[in-house]
Nanobody, 122 residues
Framework: QVQLVESGGGLVQPGGSLRLSCAAS????????MGWYRQAPGKQRELVAAITSDGSTNYADSVKGRFTISRDNAQNTVFLQMNSLNPEDTAVYYCNARFGLLSTGRYSADYWGQGTQVTVSS
């Protein structure tokens, strides 16, 4: 079955950087909108960044100028470069692949990874 596997999370000090990767298997991501979401304890999951099949990007206001999303379709991988991290960035980060928006608001294909923990602390 389709798998999205995140990696690159960990513990980092405030002001530090991390690069998350999401590798897709049994899924050609070329036509998919790929996104990174995060969920902090006691909070709802929120969109961090997304990149469409044509390379358009959008970011949450809280990460603009600090995070960069990119994709390598040949490697079936999407990345999230995170700089100037602060404790508010602490969360589990999830990779998402979706395609085919329906009239119901759902997607004909919508896949999630298991998540990777990012902890920003001194």
């Amino acid at each position: 079955q389709v798998q999205l596997v995140e990696s690159g999370g960990g513990l980092v000090q405030p002001g530090g950087s991390l690069r998350l990767s999401c590798a897709a298997s049994r899924l050609g991501i070329r036509i998919y909108t790929m996104g990174w979401y995060r969920q902090a304890p006691g909070k709802q999951r929120e969109l961090v960044a997304a990149i469409t099949s044509d390379g358009s990007t959008n970011y949450a206001d809280s990460v603009k100028g600090r995070f960069t999303i990119s994709r390598d379709n040949a490697q079936n991988t999407v990345f999230l470069q995170m700089n100037s991290l602060n404790p508010e960035d602490t969360a589990v980060y999830y990779c998402n692949a979706r395609f085919g928006l329906l009239s119901t608001g759902r997607y004909s294909a919508d896949y999630w990874g298991q998540g990777t923990q990012v902890t920003v602390s001194s």
